[in-house]
């Protein structure tokens, strides 16, 4: 079994897509992923992008997604210590760095940006390392 840490993007992209993940993988990811991923939809809503049921079965779709979610005293310290070792303001990016430091075998993101972030702290892998075969 390999494991993925997602962010929130990710998971909402896989959902949107209906993307199916391999069974053969297990998705790991901090506890916040699934309140993140609805305030991603609310952004979506709120600009016209989405209207509320599209949202609401977007929200039951990744609600139903199999990720396990952690939120440990290691994984949130670790989370601290990669956000100052980086610089940032904040912990939120790290968060799920430390989850796929501590659990698992590379990170997968459509974010481009929090891709480079990622660069020379864990693996990474595109979006299609999750992907069941056809």
């Known amino acids: 079994m390999t494991r993925y840490a997602i962010d929130a993007p990710t998971l909402l992209h896989l959902?949107?897509?209906?993307?199916?993940?391999?069974?053969a993988h297990q998705l790991v990811a901090p506890n916040g992923i699934r309140s993140?991923?609805?305030?991603?939809?609310?952004?979506l809503v709120r600009t016209g992008?989405?209207?509320?049921?599209?949202?609401?079965?977007l929200h039951t779709r990744l609600t139903e997604l199999k990720i396990r979610t952690l939120g440990d005293r290691v994984s949130r310290w670790?989370?601290?210590?990669?956000?100052?070792?980086?610089?940032?303001?904040?912990?939120?990016d790290a968060e799920y760095l430390a989850v796929?430091?501590?659990?698992?075998?590379?990170?997968?993101?459509?974010d481009e940006a929090m891709a480079a972030?990622?660069?020379g702290i864990v693996p990474t892998e595109r979006v299609q390392a999750l992907l069941a075969p056809h």
């Open 117 to 119: 972030r990622a660069q």
């Open 36 to 43: 993140a991923a609805l305030t991603l939809l609310l952004g």
């Open 100 to 110: 796929a430091r501590l659990q698992a075998d590379a990170f997968v993101t459509v």
């Open 15 to 23: 959902v949107t897509e209906q993307l199916p993940v391999d069974p």
């Open 78 to 92: 670790t989370s601290f210590q990669i956000a100052r070792e980086q610089g940032w303001h904040t912990t939120y």
């Open 49 to 57: 992008r989405l209207t509320e049921k599209e949202a609401r079965d």
